[in-house]
C-alpha cells in the first residue's frame, strides 16, 4: 500500500479519520445489503438461497472490519506504540472487500434482476460511491479503488447491454464513477494536504515548545548556576538555603564556608586557565563529597559555600574532614605543583544564626580566624569571636574617620651610628589613641588591610613622614626618614608615581626617604613586588628589608633586589649568646661584600651595642638609644645628641 510517503504522525491523523467514519459506513452496508437481499420478491429458490448466501459472507466481512474497529479504538487508547502500516491496510483490505462483495453482487445477481432491481442497484452502489468520497478521504488509494471497484464493472456491464434502458444506465454509471474517482482523489488530496499542513504544524509547535523549554533551561542554569563549576551561584544558593531553613525551622543546619588556600600561587604561576581548571575540579570534589540533600554554591572567587544536616557535632566534624581532605588531595595533572588545600569555618543553626545571612556571616568570621592561626584546618563559631568581630568592626569604622580626621600619629625612633652614636636617620611608627585606649598597630593594620583602608592609610603616613624629612633640610647632615610599606601597597600599579608626587610636594629628596619593606612579602608574587621594589630604587629611594632573617628566603631576595639596608630582627639580638651571634656575623660579612648598610634593632642595653659595633654592625636602633618619641620632642632630641657627641 502506498503509505511510505507519510510521516508515521500523518498516518496516525489518517487513520483516525478513516476509522472515526468506520461505523456508520459498515451500519449503512448492513441495512443496505439487507435491504437489498429482501427488498425484492425472487420466485427462483436458486437466486434466494444465493442472496442469503451472498448475505452471510458480506456480513462476516462487515463483522470483521468491527472487530477490526475495535482494536484500533484499543489500541489508540492504551497510548502505547502500533503499527500504523498495518491498521491501513487492514482498513483498505476491509473497505476493497465489502466494496468488491457490492460489485458481485450486482454481476452476480444481474441476468435474474428486473429492471427496478437493476435500477435500484447501480443508484445504491453510485450512492456508497459517493458517500465514500469523505468517508475514505484519509486514503487517497482505498477512496479511489473504493469507487472504481463499487461502479466501473457494473457500469460497464450495463453499457454493453443491448437494452436501450440498462445501456443509458450503464452511461450514467460510467459517468458517475469517472466523477466519483475523481472526486475521491481530491477530496482525498485535500485531506492529505490538510493532515500534512496540521503535522507540519504540530512539528512547529513542538518545535518552538522545545526551544522555548531549551531556553527556559538555559536560562535557569544561567540565573542558578556558576558557569564555570556548574554549582548553585550565590543568587540561587540563598534562595533554595532559605526555602530549606523556613520548610524545615526545627532542623538543625551547619553552614560551612570554604576558602581556598593557596590559590592565588596556582594562578599567578600556571595561569588563569589552570586556575580555573583547578576550581571545576574542586566544585567536582565538594560534590562527590556532599549528598544530593546538601545544597553548595561557588560563593565567589575562590570561596564555596555548603548547607548541611547533620545529627551531632562529631559527624558534622567528620563530613567537614571529608570535604578538606578531598580538595587537599593530590591531583593527577599536576602532580609536580604544589596543590591547594583549604581551611573552614562553620556555624550551626539556630545556635549561631536564626537566618542565612547570620550564618553566613559567622561562618565567614569563624574562617578568617582560623586562617590568621593556622591554614588548612576547621574552626567552629563561637561567642568569643563574635565579640571580636563586634570590636573589628567598631574599630574599621572609627579608623577610617581616624583617616579623615588627621587622629592618627607618628611617633618616631633614632637609628644611630654605632661607632659615633649620632642619628643618621628616624623610622616612623604610627600610633592610634582611642577614646583613651592605646591600639596596637598589629591589630590596628590588620583591620586597615582587611577592610582597604591600608593604601590610603599608608600614603597619609609617607606624606607625614615627608613633612618631617623636610623639617631636617636645614641640618648640616641630612637625616633621612624610613616608613613602612605593606604589602598591598605595593600591589597598586601607581604606587610609584603617587610616592613620586609626595616627595616632590615637600621637596624631599627621594634618597632621604627610606622605603622598609619585610622580606615576607615576596613569599606571595616575587615577581610583581621585585618589579615595584626596582621602580622606586630607579628613582633614587633607599630599599630597607625589615625584620631580616625571620622572612622568605632572605638571600635570595637580597641578591635580586641589590638592597641598601638590611634590618637584623630583634630576635637575633635577643638571642646573642646563643646562634643569634653567628647569624650576625654572618650578614655582617655579606655586607661588606654586597655592600648594603646593617642595622640591628632591639638593641636594649649597652653590652649589646658595644658586641655588635665590635663585629662590623654600622648602625643601630633600640630603647637603649631611645624609646619612639613623639614629634614634637624630636628636636629637642637632636639638640641634646649634637650637644653630647659635638
Not at 508 to 513: I, N, Q, R, T
Not at 532 to 550: E, M, P, R
Request: proline share 2%; net charge neutral.
Amino acid at each position: 500500500m502506498p503509505y511510505n510517503n507519510l510521516s508515521n504522525n500523518e498516518r496516525k491523523e489518517a487513520l483516525k479519520i478513516l476509522y472515526s467514519n468506520a461505523i456508520s459506513g459498515i451500519a449503512v452496508s448492513v441495512l443496505v445489503s439487507v435491504a437489498l437481499v429482501f427488498a425484492f420478491d425472487i420466485t427462483n429458490e436458486k437466486t434466494n438461497h444465493d442472496k442469503v448466501v451472498w448475505l452471510g459472507i458480506m456480513m462476516c466481512v462487515l463483522t470483521l472490519r468491527i472487530i477490526d474497529v475495535g482494536l484500533f479504538l484499543k489500541a489508540q487508547n492504551s497510548r502505547q506504540p502500533y503499527n500504523t502500516h498495518s491498521y491501513l491496510n487492514r482498513f483498505a483490505i476491509g473497505c476493497i472487500s465489502t466494496a468488491v462483495f457490492w460489485c458481485g453482487y450486482a454481476l452476480w445477481f444481474h441476468s435474474t434482476s428486473s429492471t427496478v432491481e437493476v435500477t435500484t442497484t447501480i443508484a445504491i452502489l453510485s450512492a456508497l460511491a459517493g458517500g465514500s468520497a469523505n468517508l475514505l478521504s484519509g486514503s487517497r488509494f482505498t477512496a479511489v479503488l473504493y469507487s472504481f471497484t463499487l461502479l466501473a464493472p457494473y457500469s460497464f456491464l450495463l453499457a454493453l447491454s443491448n437494452d436501450h434502458y440498462q445501456h443509458v444506465l450503464g452511461l450514467l454509471g460510467l459517468t458517475f464513477a469517472t466523477i466519483m474517482i475523481a472526486s475521491s482523489y481530491k477530496s482525498a488530496t485535500f485531506t492529505h494536504s490538510a493532515i500534512k499542513l496540521k503535522n507540519q504544524n504540530r512539528e512547529l509547535l513542538n518545535e518552538m515548545e522545545n526551544k522555548v523549554e531549551q531556553r527556559t533551561e538555559e536560562i535557569y542554569r544561567l540565573s542558578n548556576t556558576d558557569p564555570l563549576t556548574n554549582l548553585l551561584n550565590r543568587t540561587a544558593f540563598l534562595k533554595n538555603a532559605n526555602k530549606q531553613l523556613a520548610d524545615n525551622p526545627k532542623e538543625p543546619f551547619a553552614l560551612l564556608f570554604v576558602d581556598l588556600d593557596g590559590f592565588k600561587q596556582i594562578n599567578d604561576s600556571l595561569g588563569h586557565k589552570v586556575g580555573d581548571k583547578v576550581l571545576k575540579e574542586i566544585a567536582l570534589r565538594i560534590s562527590n563529597v556532599c549528598n544530593q540533600q546538601l545544597y553548595k554554591c561557588r560563593w565567589g572567587g575562590d570561596e564555596f559555600l555548603i548547607l548541611a544536616t547533620y545529627q551531632n557535632q562529631t559527624e558534622l566534624i567528620e563530613f567537614a574532614n571529608k570535604v578538606l581532605q578531598s580538595i587537599s588531595a593530590e591531583h593527577e595533572t599536576y602532580k609536580y605543583q604544589k596543590w591547594v588545600s583549604a581551611t573552614i569555618g562553620m556555624a550551626m543553626y539556630p545556635e549561631h544564626g536564626s537566618d542565612l545571612n547570620t550564618l553566613i556571616r559567622s561562618a565567614d568570621i569563624a574562617m578568617y580566624h582560623q586562617k590568621r592561626m593556622a591554614k588548612g584546618n576547621i574552626n567552629i563559631y563561637n561567642d568569643s569571636l563574635k565579640l571580636k568581630q563586634e570590636r573589628e568592626y567598631l574599630l574599621s569604622q572609627r579608623l577610617a574617620s581616624a583617616i579623615e580626621e588627621n587622629s592618627l600619629r607618628l611617633v618616631f625612633q633614632p637609628i644611630v651610628d654605632s661607632k659615633t652614636s649620632k642619628v643618621t636617620s628616624f623610622e616612623s611608627l604610627l600610633r592610634w589613641q582611642l577614646d583613651g585606649e592605646n591600639i596596637f598597630p598589629d591589630e590596628f593594620i590588620t583591620i586597615a588591610e582587611q577592610y582597604g583602608l591600608i593604601t590610603q592609610m599608608g600614603l597619609w603616613v609617607i606624606e607625614q613622614a615627608c613633612i618631617q624629612a623636610n623639617k631636617f633640610n636645614h641640618l648640616p647632615t641630612k637625616i633621612a626618614v624610613s616608613v613602612n610599606v605593606s604589602v598591598i601597597q605595593l600591589q597598586d600599579p601607581n604606587f610609584v608615581t603617587k610616592v613620586l608626587k609626595i616627595v616632590n610636594n615637600h621637596q624631599v629628596e627621594p634618597k632621604d626617604l627610606h622605603i622598609e619593606i619585610t622580606e615576607s612579602v615576596f613569599a606571595k608574587d616575587k615577581l610583581t613586588f621585585l618589579t615595584a621594589v626596582k621602580a622606586l630604587q630607579k628613582q633614587g629611594f633607599c630599599i630597607s628589608i625589615d625584620d631580616f632573617g625571620t622572612g622568605y628566603s632572605s638571600l635570595s631576595s637580597m641578591l635580586d633586589i641589590g638592597v641598601d639596608i638590611v634590618k637584623i630582627d630583634r630576635s637575633f639580638i635577643q638571642n646573642m649568646d646563643k646562634r643569634g651571634l653567628s647569624i650576625i656575623h654572618a650578614i655582617v660579612q655579606m655586607a661588606s661584600s654586597l655592600d648594603f648598610t646593617v642595622v640591628a634593632e632591639g638593641v636594649e642595653t649597652i653590652e649589646q651595642a658595644n658586641t655588635l659595633t665590635n663585629i662590623g654592625v654600622s648602625h643601630l636602633q633600640g630603647y637603649y638609644f631611645s624609646k619612639p618619641m613623639e614629634v614634637d620632642f624630636v628636636d629637642a632630641y637632636l639638640n641634646e645628641q649634637n650637644k653630647l657627641y659635638r
